[in-house]
């Protein structure tokens, strides 16, 4: 399959992914409105290109309270967000102190119990429909966390181990490592959890290893059938990360890798690539893609803090000029409605039902600003 792409032009690829994607989701394209809530940027791995963690002897590290996390959420509440997205850092407890003394004051022994109560409070305080990206997750933290959030993510990022190796992005990143994040992949699938996990794409990965990396991902879909969305997200260069001399990936680099993320996934499966990581984005809708991901109007991207958020109604204008209509969605994906009982906590159907209407869209549909 990846010599068969390789050998096509990319308008032979865009084209034969943006068939597949306009018989399948049509002329919209979608996108969630969030408040993004890093909950901690401490972590035990160290990727190469990371500008979110920060070290724990910096000022900069940091866990947020609980009252932290209400106040960043009502003010999301408060600008039309539906979705609160918590991301954070994997496991530092297991490596440094002051995450261990962080968490102990707190309550807690373990990042994802103290996730898991947040998630709660969110619940028990706004209106607002949590999804997690916790990184690689045990059985016992998927259960956990499952009852409290209606969605959850992780990106596989790649199943290249040659960028485990020394010198290489992901080396001494445990949870890293392509099996760990396969395993997480799999064990969301056995729990019915809808799941966004993705590509990033330029680290140093071959065009067969992103290839493979597609073929994992759907081959954990056909056995579960809960990967709602993948991202194909580019590397961004950042001033203060070791990658900070690498090539960036070419606007045909991401082109044709999303139109083979059409091809070979699923096409229930929403495909997804970042709008402010690129001038270009536009030019995405071109190569098959029919969501532009979590925007939010009241915090940065705290993974790309140099790159804003773009304001929705541009964007909603800019789609429209290409002939496509924006909407906003839920964090959770019509699909799972009609199987809530399996995909979704019993806690969440009133509040997802109330959220959603008739077609599974969000009802409140807002194309106000972004940050």
């Known amino acids: 399959m990846a010599e068969t792409f390789r050998n096509w032009t990319t308008g032979e690829l865009t084209a034969r992914a943006c068939d597949i994607r306009d018989r399948h989701w049509g002329r919209t394209v979608t996108y969630s409105r969030k408040v993004f809530v890093p909950l901690t940027n401490m972590c035990r791995d160290t990727c190469g290109y990371c500008t979110f963690v920060k070290h724990p002897e910096t000022p900069e590290a940091n866990i947020l309270t609980p009252d932290e996390v209400l106040a960043m959420a009502r003010r999301g509440e408060a600008k039309g967000c539906k979705e609160l997205l918590f991301s954070l850092g994997e496991k530092p407890e297991l490596r440094y102190d002051k995450a261990r003394d962080g968490l102990r004051r707190l309550g807690h022994a373990r990042m994802t119990d103290y996730l898991r109560d947040?998630?709660?409070?969110?619940?028990?305080?706004t209106g607002l429909l949590p999804h997690v990206n916790a990184g690689t997750l045990a059985d016992d933290e998927i259960d956990a966390l499952r009852p409290v959030s209606a969605s959850m993510g992780m990106m596989l990022e790649t199943v290249?181990?040659?960028?485990?190796?020394?010198?290489?992005?992901?080396?001494?990143?445990?949870?890293?490592?392509?099996?760990?994040?396969?395993?997480?992949?799999?064990r969301a699938g056995q729990k019915q959890v809808p799941f966004t996990t993705g590509l990033l794409i330029g680290i140093g990965e071959t065009w067969d290893e992103r290839i493979d990396a597609l073929h994992a991902i759907e081959a954990a879909h056909r056995r579960h059938g809960h990967v709602q969305e993948v991202i194909v997200q580019n590397f961004q260069r950042k001033p203060d990360i070791a990658m900070a001399r690498h090539p960036e990936?070419?606007?045909?680099?991401?082109?044709?890798?999303?139109?083979?993320?059409?091809?070979?996934?699923?096409?229930?499966?929403?495909?997804?690539?970042?709008?402010?990581?690129?001038?270009?984005?536009?030019?995405y809708l071109n190569a098959g893609i029919n969501d532009?991901?979590?925007i939010s109007p009241v915090t940065i991207d705290f993974i790309n803090p140099q790159h804003d958020w773009p304001e929705i109604r541009q964007l909603s204008a800019s789609c429209a000029a290409a002939g496509f209509t924006l909407q906003e969605r839920l964090t959770v994906y019509p699909r799972f409605f009609a199987n809530r009982d399996d995909f979704i906590a019993p806690a969440l159907h009133i509040r997802v039902a109330a959220m959603s209407r008739p077609d599974g869209l969000a009802r409140e549909q807002c194309l106000e600003a972004g940050a």
Request: hydrophobic residues 35%.
């Open 160 to 186: 290249s181990r040659r960028l485990t190796r020394k010198g290489q992005p992901h080396y001494a990143c445990p949870d890293k490592t392509p099996v760990q994040r396969l395993r997480t992949l799999d």
């Open 118 to 125: 947040m998630c709660r409070l969110v619940l028990d305080e």
């Open 292 to 294: 532009w991901g979590g």
């Open 249 to 283: 990936p070419t606007l045909d680099d991401m082109l044709r890798t999303i139109a083979a993320a059409r091809i070979i996934l699923s096409p229930e499966i929403s495909l997804q690539a970042p709008p402010n990581l690129s001038k270009r984005h536009i030019d």
